[in-house]
């Protein structure tokens, strides 16, 4: 509302500037129509093209774009004789500009959704102390590991969040772990890796040493009867999964690395869970016959539910929180969670995220045995 104010007086100062006040009605009216339908499009644009929008430079192009097409309008306003246009339009464009700006300046829309409790504030990671945590944090993890039973088929787990700066990932990584072993008794067999702002000693980080290490260290207990359950939840964009938290340096993981990683590990028969924007792009890499890979959206799909202070995604609360309570085959409990978040999907009028499951010829019969046991 401080901004609409500021936007109208500008427009009521520059017209009394140039005599045109006839206009007003139609400027205000005009002006606000324009400026809802740019909001749409830089919405739709945000939310659908975040590969474009990833640096400030993209956002900075939609902005600047957005404002000539508002001075456009307001200067087109003005039409008249070719010496009185001129003169007009500049002294219109110049009191339009700095109105503007005092409006984004100092009425920041941005500042309402913002917590200024002093206390609710997030300290400074110390990123020395951070690094030298890692090798005693990811120490005891690995000692924490139990070890396999010869013949017996068992699972060990990964659980990642890749995001350091909305809760939900990390809340999902150990939401996922409990269920994990609720549900094939997995609690001593896997290993957590997060990033987080907010608790950035709880976990080993999850960037991609930690991540290759973490495989390295499964692959090396995992027998031919065992399975392996990799879920990895964070941001994502075609062919790349966010291991972001700017402060460390880390860097995303695309599909190849991932790839690599598991094939150096000598991971065997595996459940692999991407859930993520565009997570689909990664299932051509990473099928293989013992493996079966879940994403969370196809590749050309966002997916949604990313938020600060959220317990689960929309995917993640529909396949673990849902399903997988319910029902331990990974297969049929996918199939339950499509369905869910298609529904969710529907009722709150969003594109539809699509998630896409790909079954190898030889995982059926493990994950038999493992359900078995």
């Given at each position: 509302?401080?901004?609409?104010a500021?936007?109208v007086?500008?427009l009521?100062?520059?017209?009394a500037?140039?005599g045109?006040m006839?206009?007003l009605?139609r400027?205000?009216?005009?002006?606000?129509l324009l400026?809802?339908?740019?909001d749409?499009?830089?919405?739709?644009?945000?939310?659908?093209?975040?590969?474009?929008l990833?640096?400030?430079r993209?956002l900075?192009l939609?902005q600047?774009l957005?404002?000539?097409?508002?001075?456009?309008l307001?200067?087109?306003?003005?039409?008249?004789?070719?010496a009185e246009w001129?003169?007009a339009g500049?002294v219109?464009?110049?009191?339009?500009?700095?109105?503007?700006q005092?409006a984004?300046g100092w009425?920041?829309a941005?500042?309402?959704?913002v917590?200024?409790d002093?206390a609710?504030?997030?300290?400074?990671?110390?990123?020395?102390?951070?690094?030298?945590?890692?090798?005693q944090?990811?120490?005891?993890?690995v000692?924490?590991?139990?070890?396999g039973q010869?013949?017996e088929?068992e699972?060990f787990?990964l659980?990642?969040?890749g995001t350091?700066?909305?809760?939900?990932f990390?809340?999902?990584?150990?939401?996922v772990?409990?269920i994990?072993d609720?549900a094939y008794?997995?609690?001593?067999?896997?290993?957590?890796l997060?990033?987080?702002?907010?608790?950035?000693?709880r976990?080993?980080?999850?960037?991609?040493?930690?991540?290759?290490?973490?495989l390295?260290e499964?692959?090396?207990?995992?027998?031919p009867?065992?399975l392996?359950?990799l879920f990895?939840t964070?941001?994502?964009?075609k062919d790349?999964?966010?291991?972001?938290f700017?402060?460390?340096g880390?860097?995303?993981?695309t599909?190849?690395?991932?790839?690599?990683?598991?094939?150096?590990?000598?991971?065997?028969?595996?459940?692999?869970?991407?859930?993520?924007?565009?997570?689909?792009?990664?299932?051509?890499?990473l099928?293989?016959p013992d493996?079966l890979?879940?994403?969370?959206a196809r590749?050309?799909r966002?997916s949604?539910?990313?938020?600060?202070?959220?317990e689960?995604?929309?995917?993640?609360q529909?396949l673990?929180?849902?399903?997988?309570?319910?029902e331990a085959d990974?297969r049929k409990?996918?199939?339950?969670?499509a369905?869910d978040v298609?529904?969710?999907?529907v009722?709150?009028?969003?594109?539809?995220?699509v998630?896409r499951?790909?079954e190898g010829?030889?995982?059926?019969?493990?994950?038999?045995?493992?359900?078995?046991?």
């Amino acid at each position: 509302m401080a901004q609409a104010a500021v936007v109208v007086a500008g427009l009521v100062l520059g017209l009394a500037l140039v005599g045109r006040m006839e206009l007003l009605a139609r400027a205000v009216t005009a002006l606000f129509l324009l400026i809802a339908l740019i909001d749409i499009s830089m919405w739709t644009a945000v939310r659908e093209l975040p590969q474009i929008l990833a640096s400030g430079r993209g956002l900075g192009l939609l902005q600047g774009l957005s404002q000539t097409a508002q001075l456009a309008l307001v200067v087109w306003l003005l039409r008249g004789p070719r010496a009185e246009w001129r003169r007009a339009g500049l002294v219109m464009a110049a009191v339009f500009l700095a109105t503007q700006q005092l409006a984004q300046g100092w009425f920041r829309a941005d500042l309402l959704y913002v917590r200024k409790d002093p206390a609710a504030q997030v300290a400074p990671v110390d990123i020395e102390a951070l690094y030298a945590a890692q090798e005693q944090l990811f120490g005891a993890q690995v000692a924490a590991l139990g070890p396999g039973q010869a013949e017996e088929p068992e699972v060990f787990a990964l659980t990642l969040g890749g995001t350091a700066d909305q809760s939900v990932f990390l809340s999902e990584v150990e939401g996922v772990a409990a269920i994990l072993d609720a549900a094939y008794d997995a609690g001593g067999r896997t290993l957590r890796l997060a990033n987080s702002r907010t608790a950035p000693l709880r976990y080993p980080m999850a960037n991609r040493a930690n991540l290759a290490r973490a495989l390295v260290e499964i692959g090396r207990r995992q027998g031919p009867e065992d399975l392996a359950f990799l879920f990895l939840t964070s941001h994502g964009q075609k062919d790349r999964f966010a291991l972001d938290f700017p402060e460390a340096g880390t860097t995303d993981l695309t599909a190849a690395d991932f790839a690599r990683m598991l094939r150096e590990a000598g991971i065997g028969p595996a459940v692999i869970v991407l859930s993520a924007c565009f997570s689909g792009s990664f299932l051509d890499d990473l099928a293989a016959p013992d493996r079966l890979v879940i994403t969370a959206a196809r590749g050309d799909r966002t997916s949604f539910g990313c938020r600060d202070g959220a317990e689960w995604t929309e995917f993640g609360q529909s396949l673990f929180d849902r399903a997988l309570r319910v029902e331990a085959d990974p297969r049929k409990a996918f199939r339950a969670a499509a369905e869910d978040v298609a529904r969710k999907e529907v009722a709150k009028g969003l594109t539809p995220s699509v998630p896409r499951i790909r079954e190898g010829a030889e995982i059926g019969a493990v994950l038999d045995r493992v359900l078995a046991r």
